[in-house]
Structures are given as C-alpha cells and as structure tokens.
C-alpha cells in the first residue's frame, strides 16, 4: 500500500512539471491556433538565465527564478511580436517556432558549457516521512507552488478583464475584435504567460537530484506534446489532467514494469500513452470534436 | 502548371491534362546534364571525402524528396522523418547483412517495410485536422531509439552495428566498380549508385506529384473543405502522402546503412529529423529539385563548420573542450536558416533559380544579367500560395510552383 502511494506521490510530482509545460503550449494554441514549438526554447533559456542570475550573479534563488521568468516572458513577447506575428499561417508558425528552439538551444548550451550545472536549490537530498511516504523536499516545495501557480491562472482566466479577453479571443477572435478586445494585446500576453510558465518549467527540471541545468533540456519540453494530445489541444483543464495522469502512469511503469522491456521504457510511455487515446478518443479527454463550417 | 479544376480532381478521364514531365527544353537539358554528371563527377574527383558527402547528400535528398511529398506537397508536417530512415537502415542489415539477401531483394523490402510502418501509424496521426502528424512524428523518434536500443538481435543496441549488407547487382559490385579499364574505389561507386537511385526518385516523384493522387494531396493541402466537396477524401489521400514518405524514407535508411558502414540507435535521433526539415524548407517546400538543393546545401554545412572553426572562436575544434561544439553549430545554423527562409524566402533556394516566365521574359529583353533581383518580390508571393497550408486562395486553385504566373 504504502509503495503504492509512494509512486503515486512521485507521479504527482512530475505530472505537476508535466502540468505546467503543457499549460505553455494549451495557452498559446487557444489564443492563436499555433502549436508552440520555441517552448522548448523557453525552458532551456528558463533554466539557464536562473543558474546565471543565481550561482554567478549571487541573488536569492526566489528572486533569480522570478527574473529569469519575468525575462523569457519578455523573449516570448518580443519573439511573438517580431517574429511569429510576421507569419500568417499555422504551418509556418509551426515550422518557425521549431526553428527557434533548433537555433536557441545550442547558443545556450554554448555560453554555459557544462553537463550538469547545479541550480544550488536549496532542498538538497532532504526527504520528510508522511505516515511512511517519503516525500523529497523539493517535492514538498514544488507540489504546492505549481498548484497555487495554476489557480492563480485559473483564477485570472475566470475573472480578471484580460482573463475575459483571453478567453473571448480563443473562442472566436473577430468577434471579440469587434467588441473592443486588442487581439494583438492578447497573443502578446498569452505568449508571455507562456514564456513564464516554460521557464519555471526549465527551473524544476534542473532541480531533479543528479539533474542539473545541462544541455537537452529542450527535449523534455516536447513531453508535454502527448500531455496535450491526451488533455485536449486547446483545454487548460485537460493539461493540468493530462499532465498528472500521464506523470502518475509514468512512475507506475517504472515500478511495475518487468526488467526485461528494456532500458528507457518509462520515457517512452507518454508517447504510448498518446497513441492510445488518439485511437481511441482522438479530440482528447476534454477537447472539443471540431466541426467546421466553410 | 498543376491547376485543380474540378474536371481534373473528379474524372479519370482527363489524366491527358496532367502536365508534362518537362515542359520546357531548359529543363529537358538539365536533366541530361544531371544524368552525365552522375558518372562523370564520381570518374573526375578522385578525393574520397568529397565523394562521402556527395554521396551523403544524395541519400539525403532521397529521404527529403519523400518528406517533401508529405510537407511540402501534402501540408502536413512531420518532425520524425528519422524514425523510418532508421527502420529502413536496420532492416537493410538485418535482411541484407544477416539474412544475406541480394541487394535488389533488401533494398526494396527494407523501403517497403518503412512504408509498412508508416501505414500503421498514419490512421493514428492523420484522423484529426491540425499538427497532430508533428507530434505523434516527433513521438515515433523517441519510441524508434527506445526500440533500437533495445532490440539488440537485430540492431545491436547501443553500441549499434557493422552494416555488410552487399551492393551488387548481378555481376556489378557498387562497392568495386569496374568502367572499361577502370576500377573504381567504392567511395565512387556508391557515389553513382546512390545518385542513380535519387535520380529514379525524382522521375517518380515528378510523376506522383503531377498524377491524380498528387493533385489530390495538393487540393487537401490548399483547401480541404473544397477539395473533399470535389470528391477528394482527405484521409487516404493524406495516408498515401504519408506512406510513400515512409517508403522513400526507408529506402534512403537502407542506402544511408550502407554509405557509413556502421549505424547506431542514435544516428536515427531528433537531429537527423531537424535536418531533414531544414532541407526541404532550405531547398524549397513543393518542389522536385528543392530537396537536392537543399542537401547539397546542408551537407556542406558541417564541412564549413569544420572550416570556420579555425578562424571563429566560439566555435570548438573537433576534440576540444569548451564554446559550441560542430553539431551544435549545425543545429543553430539549421535553426536559423528555417526562420530565416521561412519569412523572407518561401520558396527556398530553389526559387531563385524560378523564374516565372512573363517575367523571364520581359527582363531578357530588357537587361539580361539583372534576373533574380526583379523577380524576387513576385516570387515571394506567388509562392505563399504554393506552400500555404491553411490558407484558402479562391481564385488560384492550386499552383505547383511558381512557374505558373497569374
């Protein structure tokens, strides 16, 4: 029972990561139908701008974090403005946000050479015992700031007047131009949001134990892709679902699944995870079937 | 050129219309041109790494040609084209090395293999409109490695495998090619083999893109609502886009085992698919020659970071420590290249060779030197059509290239 719990919690932990880069590529593609590829840029750059502002230029690890996420939203911003919005069509915005995350990573790797550089996290190897769960600190810390994060943003999608707009463009962006709403303002704050979120996202990834900032950071952005597809491509409720479900399934394979499946087998799960439920309900958990009209 | 009128899309009696393979004597010429030089470079250059990534270049306009049907012709994006060059390579030794099959039997079988899996994964990927195919290709890289790895009878897992599949036809061994009295090395005889099958994949490709099941993917990738309106249903036409994608994806895998003579798991990785990609954006989306370009492009790109590392200090050289490794390099340069073109030059090298022929003509009787620089703004344009996805364009239905100036 208690391992059983034990793997739940781990699951928990990762799908909360899952959970937040996911909610990265929902929120961009509801306001502008473009599946974000340069997430995977955000996160490197995310995780990177923290280990500069925090280990070399000596600020307080709270503080460094929310730079470095205040300062890949402006990228995102600026990356919306001058590049993205250049580009009319979906296909293109595709293509040219993966070019992004192609050409930024390895600049970064670059400036900050290293297989593993330590984020000084302050949580170190400390494990807390709830009724025979051990629970790592970083766990502990990180469960609770994701959750508040999301209802942060829940809270500001439902009630908020840029929250309002967000959601009226989403749902059928010429008619909220009509009703006054900067559709410009929109996608400009929701790639920020995105920005935001990928580099918190790059922040807890180097925080796992052996991890690190190191090179390839950008790969586990794309794990958020079935993440989407099982929550549905647009649904903000299906990340945050999706992305426990598919953290949680993962730790049981590592645990449940026999020696002889090979190595690597839990980091492909996600990805069969997708391929199930693309054959079996293809418009995800809580997406929506597209019925379109000339 | 490729005009879907309705006529065309409904009845299989109008495949006279299909448009001719080369419709203009320039082309006509190029093409004897190409097919000389397939057996006079190899004959001419002797150095061997010249040869290597010639030869390399081939095998990658083979699997690009074939990505282009699906990106550039069909609209939809796949960011795991390696995955199928990789089970295209393996098998290629698995049949040819292991089971000793002759290399007119491994070839086909490993291509046609490829095509099998591709088939299995299309209805999953292609069900839904929107970048599904992106994601799901991009999956089947990762669950690729974990089985490559992992099937060590067949791939030798991680530390992968020595490819002794043989490359004779009959009595001419590619590897030992005997011309009259000369011998050549099989750097150079790889070199005609593999520029010989991409020659053979360009003359069909051709002939799909201008048939019916071409035309097909086209209208999907222009207009789908349309297109299905004039009878052209989406699914099998984007399956069969997909399949033959795979199957040129295989073929090249088998080809590309053979060149290096030794493959791994991680030869087959994301960073053959950015490659790829690059390619056909670099070379040019929806067009037959734009792969070509494009891998010769590209497959100079390693060599000039080579070449550039002795002079740019950030680059490191090969064995050293510390700034940004060649392949990293590569990848910025690709990645750069992509948006760059994409913004400014839709399409690709190739459209500076495209001269649309109004223009074409207007300028030889005006200046005859001063051709790329008046034609560009017309090019650009004419081409958003040409490889515009979603974009529905009413009064042009469907423009191959940009040879076609309305």
């Given at each position: 029972m208690t391992d059983i719990l034990q793997t739940l919690v781990s699951g928990i932990a990762i799908g909360c990561l899952y959970a937040v880069l996911s909610l990265g590529f929902v929120i961009v593609a509801r306001a502008s139908g473009i599946l974000n590829l340069a997430q995977g840029s955000f996160v490197v750059l995310g995780a990177y701008l923290a280990y500069a502002l925090i280990h070399q230029a000596g600020l307080p690890i709270w503080v460094g974090v929310i730079i470095a996420m205040a300062a890949v939203a402006l990228f995102a911003v600026l990356l919306e403005a001058f590049v993205i919005h250049r580009v009319t069509d979906h296909f293109v915005a595709l293509l040219v946000t993966f070019g992004v995350t192609i050409a930024v990573a390895p600049i970064i790797t670059a400036i900050w050479p290293g297989d593993s550089l330590n984020l000084d996290d302050p949580w170190a190897l400390e494990v807390i015992r709830v009724a025979g769960i051990g629970i790592t600190a970083r766990d502990a810390t990180l469960i609770p700031i994701t959750a508040v994060l999301l209802l942060g943003f829940f809270l500001f999608f439902r009630f908020t007047r840029i929250g309002l707009s967000l959601r009226a463009t989403a749902i059928d962006s010429e008619a909220a131009m009509a009703q006054g709403v900067s559709t410009r303002t929109v996608y400009g704050i929701s790639w920020g949001i995105a920005g935001a979120l990928g580099a918190f996202g790059g922040i807890i990834l180097s925080t796992t134990v052996g991890g690190g900032v190191r090179p390839g950071l950008e790969v586990y952005a794309f794990l958020a892709l079935p993440v989407i597809i099982l929550g549905g491509l647009e649904s903000p409720l299906g990340a945050v679902v999706g992305g426990l479900v598919i953290g949680i399934v993962q730790q049981f394979s590592v645990t449940l699944v026999p020696e002889d499946w090979g190595s690597g087998f839990a980091e492909v799960v996600p990805y069969l995870v997708m391929l199930v439920i693309l054959l079996i309900r293809p418009a995800g958990l809580f997406g929506r079937k597209e019925i379109r009209r000339a | 050129m490729t005009v879907t009128t309705p006529d065309t899309v409904l009845a299989r009696s109008t495949r006279a219309h299909a448009p001719r393979l080369f419709d203009t004597w320039t082309k006509k010429i190029l093409a004897i041109v190409f097919v000389v030089a397939i057996i006079a470079i190899p004959l001419n250059i002797g150095d061997s790494y010249v040869l290597t990534v010639l030869t390399t270049a081939a095998v990658a306009a083979i699997a690009t040609t074939g990505l282009n049907l699906l990106t550039g012709y069909a609209g939809q994006i796949s960011l795991g084209h390696a995955f199928f060059v990789g089970a295209g390579a393996f098998t290629g030794q698995v049949l040819g090395g292991q089971l000793g099959l002759p290399f007119l039997l491994w070839l086909p079988l490993s291509a046609l293999f490829a095509g099998a899996l591709g088939a299995l994964v299309a209805p999953f990927a292609l069900?839904?409109?929107?970048p599904y195919l992106a994601i799901v290709s991009l999956g089947l890289v990762y669950i690729g490695i974990y089985a490559a790895r992992n099937l060590t009878g067949f791939t030798g897992g991680l530390n992968g495998t020595v490819v002794t599949a043989p490359v004779s036809i009959g009595p001419v061994d590619f590897a030992a090619l005997q011309i009259g009295p000369f011998l050549l090395s099989r750097e150079q005889g790889m070199f005609i083999l593999c520029w010989t099958i991409l020659a053979l994949v360009l003359l069909a490709t051709a002939n799909i893109v201008r048939s019916r099941s071409g035309r097909a993917m086209q209208a999907i990738r222009d207009h789908d609502l349309a297109a299905e309106v004039l009878g052209v249903r989406r699914l099998p036409s984007m399956m069969n886009a997909f399949i033959i994608s795979s199957v040129l994806g295989g073929l090249a895998g088998g080809l590309l085992g053979v060149v290096l003579q030794y493959i791994r798991p991680?030869?087959?990785g994301l960073e053959l698919s950015i490659q790829y990609v690059a390619i056909i954006v670099i070379g040019g989306l929806a067009s037959i020659w734009g792969p070509v370009l494009g891998s010769l492009f590209i497959g100079l790109v390693p060599v000039l970071a080579i070449w550039l590392a002795e002079y740019l200090p950030f680059i490191s050289k090969p064995g050293e420590q510390g700034g940004m490794s060649v392949s990293g390099f590569g990848l910025s340069v690709y990645g750069i290249l992509i948006i760059v073109f994409l913004l400014f030059r839709r399409g690709g090298l190739i459209s500076f060779f495209n001269i649309p022929r109004r223009r074409a003509a207007a300028t030889r009787n005006a200046s005859p030197t001063d051709t790329t620089g008046t034609t560009s703004s017309s090019d650009t344009a004419s081409s958003t059509h040409a490889t515009s996805a979603s974009e529905p364009a009413p009064e042009e239905p469907t423009t191959e290239k940009e040879g076609h100036s309305s």
């Amino acid at each position: 029972m208690t391992d059983i719990l034990q793997t739940l919690v781990s699951g928990i932990a990762i799908g909360c990561l899952y959970a937040v880069l996911s909610l990265g590529f929902v929120i961009v593609a509801r306001a502008s139908g473009i599946l974000n590829l340069a997430q995977g840029s955000f996160v490197v750059l995310g995780a990177y701008l923290a280990y500069a502002l925090i280990h070399q230029a000596g600020l307080p690890i709270w503080v460094g974090v929310i730079i470095a996420m205040a300062a890949v939203a402006l990228f995102a911003v600026l990356l919306e403005a001058f590049v993205i919005h250049r580009v009319t069509d979906h296909f293109v915005a595709l293509l040219v946000t993966f070019g992004v995350t192609i050409a930024v990573a390895p600049i970064i790797t670059a400036i900050w050479p290293g297989d593993s550089l330590n984020l000084d996290d302050p949580w170190a190897l400390e494990v807390i015992r709830v009724a025979g769960i051990g629970i790592t600190a970083r766990d502990a810390t990180l469960i609770p700031i994701t959750a508040v994060l999301l209802l942060g943003f829940f809270l500001f999608f439902r009630f908020t007047r840029i929250g309002l707009s967000l959601r009226a463009t989403a749902i059928d962006s010429e008619a909220a131009m009509a009703q006054g709403v900067s559709t410009r303002t929109v996608y400009g704050i929701s790639w920020g949001i995105a920005g935001a979120l990928g580099a918190f996202g790059g922040i807890i990834l180097s925080t796992t134990v052996g991890g690190g900032v190191r090179p390839g950071l950008e790969v586990y952005a794309f794990l958020a892709l079935p993440v989407i597809i099982l929550g549905g491509l647009e649904s903000p409720l299906g990340a945050v679902v999706g992305g426990l479900v598919i953290g949680i399934v993962q730790q049981f394979s590592v645990t449940l699944v026999p020696e002889d499946w090979g190595s690597g087998f839990a980091e492909v799960v996600p990805y069969l995870v997708m391929l199930v439920i693309l054959l079996i309900r293809p418009a995800g958990l809580f997406g929506r079937k597209e019925i379109r009209r000339a | 050129m490729t005009v879907t009128t309705p006529d065309t899309v409904l009845a299989r009696s109008t495949r006279a219309h299909a448009p001719r393979l080369f419709d203009t004597w320039t082309k006509k010429i190029l093409a004897i041109v190409f097919v000389v030089a397939i057996i006079a470079i190899p004959l001419n250059i002797g150095d061997s790494y010249v040869l290597t990534v010639l030869t390399t270049a081939a095998v990658a306009a083979i699997a690009t040609t074939g990505l282009n049907l699906l990106t550039g012709y069909a609209g939809q994006i796949s960011l795991g084209h390696a995955f199928f060059v990789g089970a295209g390579a393996f098998t290629g030794q698995v049949l040819g090395g292991q089971l000793g099959l002759p290399f007119l039997l491994w070839l086909p079988l490993s291509a046609l293999f490829a095509g099998a899996l591709g088939a299995l994964v299309a209805p999953f990927a292609l069900r839904l409109r929107g970048p599904y195919l992106a994601i799901v290709s991009l999956g089947l890289v990762y669950i690729g490695i974990y089985a490559a790895r992992n099937l060590t009878g067949f791939t030798g897992g991680l530390n992968g495998t020595v490819v002794t599949a043989p490359v004779s036809i009959g009595p001419v061994d590619f590897a030992a090619l005997q011309i009259g009295p000369f011998l050549l090395s099989r750097e150079q005889g790889m070199f005609i083999l593999c520029w010989t099958i991409l020659a053979l994949v360009l003359l069909a490709t051709a002939n799909i893109v201008r048939s019916r099941s071409g035309r097909a993917m086209q209208a999907i990738r222009d207009h789908d609502l349309a297109a299905e309106v004039l009878g052209v249903r989406r699914l099998p036409s984007m399956m069969n886009a997909f399949i033959i994608s795979s199957v040129l994806g295989g073929l090249a895998g088998g080809l590309l085992g053979v060149v290096l003579q030794y493959i791994r798991p991680e030869n087959f990785g994301l960073e053959l698919s950015i490659q790829y990609v690059a390619i056909i954006v670099i070379g040019g989306l929806a067009s037959i020659w734009g792969p070509v370009l494009g891998s010769l492009f590209i497959g100079l790109v390693p060599v000039l970071a080579i070449w550039l590392a002795e002079y740019l200090p950030f680059i490191s050289k090969p064995g050293e420590q510390g700034g940004m490794s060649v392949s990293g390099f590569g990848l910025s340069v690709y990645g750069i290249l992509i948006i760059v073109f994409l913004l400014f030059r839709r399409g690709g090298l190739i459209s500076f060779f495209n001269i649309p022929r109004r223009r074409a003509a207007a300028t030889r009787n005006a200046s005859p030197t001063d051709t790329t620089g008046t034609t560009s703004s017309s090019d650009t344009a004419s081409s958003t059509h040409a490889t515009s996805a979603s974009e529905p364009a009413p009064e042009e239905p469907t423009t191959e290239k940009e040879g076609h100036s309305s």
